[in-house]
């Protein structure tokens, strides 16, 4: 089954256990790959090869059915084929647009058949069935069961959140394993791109490599992006790499990517990798510097800020950080107690941005990044040069850390033991006083 390019449907054919008749030679010897991918709006023609054991099995054979599968057998029959003259029956219970859409063509003979059941106009909600085809021997079904290559994968991944700052360079790496050589000889294609599903499907491929090392681009993805998509690596029999670069990120490259490898026809897909392109905040709008009340009043101060991802908002009144994360901070019957300086700081993964704050001292900071392993202690110092001295918080994926935390004067460490995977990746050390917020990331590795 060839691969094509556009916004793809998967089709899944039955993976269920043969079932054989009173005769074991009378089988499937042919059947469509497991997955199936086709563009919206094409066509698709599942083969299948079928073979009698004997005589008296082609004597007793029923019919053939094709159509979508549950619990190992073919329950919405599509397509009913016999040996007789008038030998092709639709369901005539399928709705109008489906039965429009399907037909047959094939031999039926006792040396041999081959069926081809052809599906037209793919909707994506064809996608949503498996199909296949049984066959009926004097009342026995036989159902088909594709040939797996289950030990054909990739061994190994791009970690599945990818992060690049806008304007570098995003790689993709793979590795993968044949399990057999004749896996290896039925190797046909690699291919990488875009719009990548949960289930690894491809929607947009960028570049094709076939076993020979052989490139091709999709002529239908755009210039301004396949000019900046470049593949390195080798594909052998012995070592599979799969380096697959995006050059010059930009923020449209955020997305789903993954990697389909072919063998005769079957597909082993990679999870699908989210990029995320970085662009630090920057501030594009705020309130008047300075700002007369009188108590009681309602005040409102706004904070706009550009940056990808979206950033989110901190605000501080007098070096203490406010619960408020919107763009805009509402005060009601405002005090004289809540008079002084309001500070708002625009962060996100890429960075932070605010008009006065603390200045990051890295000589007496941790590396940003630290590699360490489950069960090893490990600190993360976190230093800043800031006077008014700094009150500092620790964040882990938004929610605010305490226990391991000690602070001092413009100096804090953050103390714990990495105990699963989830303890590993990225911790921020914010640091404010009463004119600014600073923000540091640190991304801690698992060894």
Known sequence: MSFTLGASVLLLCSTFGLVYGVHSNTRFTATPPVN????????????????????????????????????????????????GILSLFIN????????????????????????????TDVQR????????????IAGVDIVSQPFLHTETKFMKEPEKTLFVDLGSNATFRWECNFGSEEDWTNFEQVFWGAETDNYGNIGNKFLTVDSKENVWSNPKVPGS????????????????????????????????????????????????IRLIVLDPPKLVRRSNRTIDSVEGQTVELSCKATGNPVPSMLWMHNGRILPNKATVLRISGIQRSQAGTYNCTATNLAGNVSEDKPYHNQKASSNLTVQTRVGQNITLTCAVDAKPP??????????????????TENLSKLTFTPKKDDDFGYYWCYAGNDVGLASIRFKVNKT
């Open 225 to 272: 992006v396949i000019s900046r998509a470049v593949w390195s690596g080798t594909l052998s029999r012995e070592r599979c790499q799969l380096d697959f670069l995006l050059k010059n990120a930009i923020y449209t490259d955020d997305g789903t990517y993954g990697c389909i490898g072919v063998v005769y026809g079957e597909t082993f897909k990679s999870s699908p």
């Open 390 to 407: 700094a009150v500092f918080a620790w964040i882990r994926e938004g929610a605010k850390v305490s226990v391991g935390v000690n602070s």
């Open 125 to 136: 909600s064809d996608g949503n069935f498996v199909y296949g085809c049984d066959a009926d």
């Open 36 to 83: 199936v991918n086709v563009a919206v709006n094409d066509s698709v023609t599942f083969v299948w090869k079928f073979k009698f054991g004997n005589r008296q099995d082609w004597t007793e054979f029923n019919e053939f059915v094709w159509g979508t599968v549950d619990s190992g057998h073919v329950t919405n029959k599509y397509i009913t084929v016999t040996k």
């Open 92 to 119: 005539k219970r399928l709705p109008k647009s489906l039965r429009g859409r399907i037909s047959y063509s094939g031999t039926i003979s006792s040396t041999g058949c081959k069926l081809e059941f052809t599906l």
